[in-house]
């Protein structure tokens, strides 16, 4: 009798611990996905760098359950707009893991009755594939969290966009997963200037006719462009632009590096084919009229002249270049991070000579604001 009588006692406060949590699955329409994301049953999925999304409830904590393939690392805001500096960061590896994203120390000092969320990854797509599964808040409710900016802007890029070493203390550090962050590149910023929601297509290494010493060869960004997983090399999983709500004002490509990084160049006539093959992929998702910036570095000399020509001569709309010069700009010992690769001051200067370009061909005009 007693022992039926404490099961059943059990059960019941079993019963209102639940009454009293609220969980939600990863695909609720009130969690906004800023990013290439793939859904399976209540799951979603995503492994490129950048990608976050924004979740608001209210409740005495927050916690996330997810899987991943290997091991990334998220960036974390509370009740703030993305900065360079998060509130915190967490890293998500193995199955069904339960992470708690915000201290209930910290809601419990607010006053605020309705908190919003923002997790963004900053490792890219070779860390691993996130997928989330659910959300769950105690005593609490979710609400539909802050949806897509009405600005919104495309990054393609490599390790500068991808925020490569960024957080490393010197140019001599090694590069390690824990100094990238997507956050603190110029892809971030500029679109935190601007007020802009942003997607970066981007992975370390990558070129447009030749990856960083020759690596993954007949497998460049043009093809990457086209996945919903920046991984996966059987593109099984194509993106479709046209079933997203996300509609960039304006792509940007920042690509051409690594295609000169020995002295094993591309010909014109193949660095040419490719950039036009992936200004064909823009233009199909976006339409003829979409306005497309190719940032070329004067590392080369022949790479200005290949984008510079390239663009000149390729006949379509709303083509534009820009030419960057990192060595009347870049410091070595104040601007650049792991494997001399941009810092975040760098990555500032960088967000800086791109500003005005963007500002005149969206006619979104300067901001009175710092760029950082």
């Known amino acids: 009798m007693k022992k039926s009588l404490f099961l059943a006692l059990c059960l019941i406060a079993f019963s209102s611990l639940r009454l009293m949590a609220e969980t939600i699955p990863a695909t609720d329409t009130r969690i906004t996905y800023v990013g290439r994301t793939a859904v399976e049953g209540t799951s979603v999925s995503f492994d490129w760098t950048a990608t976050y999304f924004r979740i608001a409830f209210s409740g005495q904590s927050l916690t996330m359950k997810a899987s991943d393939t290997q ?7 509370i009740d703030s707009p993305t900065s360079a500096e998060p509130h915190r960061v967490i890293a998500v590896a193995g199955n069904d893991t ?17 908190h919003e969320v923002i997790v963004q990854k900053r490792t890219e797509g070779e860390q691993g594939t996130t997928t989330i599964h659910e959300f769950t808040t105690l005593k609490g409710t979710f609400s539909a969290s802050t949806p897509l900016a009405e600005r919104q802007l495309e990054f393609i890029g490599d390790s500068y966009t991808c925020g490569y070493g960024i957080d490393a203390k010197s140019r001599l550090e090694k590069f ?8 603190r590149s110029y892809a971030a910023i500029v679109s935190r200037y601007f007020g802009a929601d942003y997607i970066a297509i981007a992975h370390s290494g990558m070129g447009i006719a030749r990856n960083y010493n020759s690596k993954f060869k007949n497998w460049w960004m043009p093809d990457r462009y086209l996945q919903t ?4 090399s059987t593109q099984a999983t194509r993106w479709d632009a046209t079933k997203s709500d996300f509609h960039p004002a304006m792509t940007i490509v920042y690509l051409g590096a690594n295609d000169f990084s020995t002295a094993l160049a591309p010909r014109y006539e193949d660095f040419r084919k490719h950039y036009y093959r992936l200004f064909s992929y823009i233009k199909a998702n976006y339409g003829e009229d979409h306005p497309i910036l190719c940032v070329a570095t004067k590392t080369h000399e022949y790479l200005f002249n290949y984008v510079r020509d390239l663009v000149n001569n390729c006949g379509l709309e709303n083509v534009n270049y ?12 104040e601007d650049l991070g792991a494997d001399v690769h941009p810092n975040y001051n760098g990555q500032q200067k960088k967000a800086y000579s791109i500003i005005p370009y963007i500002a005149t061909i969206t006619g979104w005009g300067l901001q009175d604001m710092p760029v950082k």
């Open 71 to 77: 091991r990334n690392y998220y960036n974390v805001w």
């Open 98 to 114: 339960v992470i708690e994203l915000v201290d209930p120390t910290f809601l419990k000092k607010s006053r605020r009755a309705v």
């Open 176 to 183: 390690t997963p824990e100094t990238e962050n997507a956050s």
């Open 229 to 232: 997983f920046d991984m996966d």
């Open 322 to 333: 820009l030419g960057y010069c990192p060595a009347q700009h870049l410091h070595t010992d």
